[in-house]
């Protein structure tokens, strides 16, 4: 068995290159958000550049969760190409240690970065998403307009009529909505007005719209400060609607769940969010497996830059079959555990199958 000594040497290894290719992407991240944030709040005066560096920052996590995965595969090839490179697995095998053995610290630690990023990196970036949204807010208000071919639709229905809401944005898992724009149209289907506001937040019985114009036909442009706008919607039917999964931490998920069925409402997207969440760790399992597929071969014997194109082209394929198994999933063709696990379980296997034929034969 491998030592506690070498077994340790090696998790670190590998843990401290996962963790310089996610930060070095995830600096690259914030650069570009920072300087595209910079070229929108320039036509906002006296913008705050600390301001914007915040919006930046808080907006990246929840981004960055995405590649969490890929991070974990190119710290593990560059972890395991360095060892080779530097002829440490050679003195390793000299001392009968096995592929399997100096792979499975690393396994562990993917465990462990995955645990810890679906219980306490996801939750942090959740709050830090919602939290830019609301400085985005304070710093965009004043040009926040509604945008009527973008952002969110919602239909609500009453004894007077239809009203069709649009928010360019929503916060506060869609109990304010910034952006805003009503339609209204009577029990005959005819329209009656149209309502822009600059938010909308949702209260019993009503929606509480700030700085609203109304446009009806024949009748000049009427300013109001607040307005209410009667629905029936509850807080459930809200959220469904302008909440995003990715916007719910991990620990408030099953909670979601539950609301939404109990409201009789599609909750695909939060239940496969759920499942996506809790095979994280696995899959970065998987992916240190796929990586040590591919770059465990010495470099005299040659082949290093086809290893690694490999291994680039095998992490592109499984992103691809992630992102086509979660569309699937939540158009409601199949289910979130086959979704969500499918993937690890062919990175895993590929991985496994190319590791066991190199090694054993």
């Known amino acids: 068995m491998l030592g506690g000594t070498l077994a340790r040497y090696f998790g670190m290894r590998f843990l401290g290159a996962a963790a310089a290719v996610f930060g070095g992407i995830f ?13 929108q709040a320039s036509k906002v005066p006296n913008a705050s550049a600390l301001l914007v560096a915040q919006i930046s920052l808080f907006r990246v996590p929840q981004v960055t969760e995405r590649i969490i995965p890929f991070a ?12 080779s490179r530097r002829l440490e697995l050679v003195v390793a095998r000299a001392a009968g240690i096995s592929a399997w053995q100096f792979v499975a610290p690393a396994i562990v630690v993917a465990l462990l970065m995955g645990a810890a990023a679906t219980m306490i990196y996801n939750p942090i970036s959740a709050n830090l998403r919602e939290y830019s949204k609301r400085l985005e ?74 700085d609203v114009v109304v446009y009806a036909i024949g009748v000049p442009p009427r300013p109001h400060g607040t ?71 010495f470099f005299r ?4 830059t086809r290893m690694i194109l490999s ?13 086509v198994t979660e569309d699937v999933s939540r158009a409601d063709l199949m289910h979130p555990v086959a979704a969500a696990w499918l993937p690890v379980l062919a990175g895993g296997l590929t991985g496994f199958l190319a590791l066991l034929h190199m090694e054993d034969g």
């Open 227 to 297: 307005y209410q706008l009667t629905t029936t919607l509850t807080p459930e039917q809200v959220r469904e609607s302008f909440a995003t999964p990715e916007t719910v931490s991990f620990w408030n998920l099953r909670q979601y769940i539950e609301l939404a069925e109990n409201a009789g409402l599609a909750a695909a997207g939060y239940r496969l969010q759920y499942q996506l969440l809790l095979a994280r760790p696995f899959l970065l399992a998987a992916m240190v497996i796929l990586a040590a597929s591919v770059s465990l071969r």
């Open 137 to 210: 807010a304070d710093l965009f208000g004043e040009r926040t307009g509604p945008q009527v071919d973008a952002g969110f639709w919602v239909s609500q229905r009453d004894g007077d009529g239809q009203a069709l809401i649009n928010a360019a944005a929503s916060r506060n898992q869609g109990a304010i909505l910034d952006g805003v724009t009503v339609l209204t149209f009577d029990a005959a289907g005819r329209f009656r007005e149209r309502i822009e506001a600059k938010t909308a937040e949702l209260d019993a019985g009503y929606w509480r719209l700030k």
């Open 311 to 323: 291994g680039v082209i095998a992490g592109f394929l499984l992103y691809v079959l992630s992102k």
């Open 301 to 304: 014997f040659g082949g290093v």
């Open 27 to 39: 600096m690259l991240i914030v650069l570009v958000d920072y300087v595209e944030m910079t070229r």
């Open 72 to 83: 974990v595969l190119i710290g593990a090839m560059v972890c395991y190409l360095t060892l």
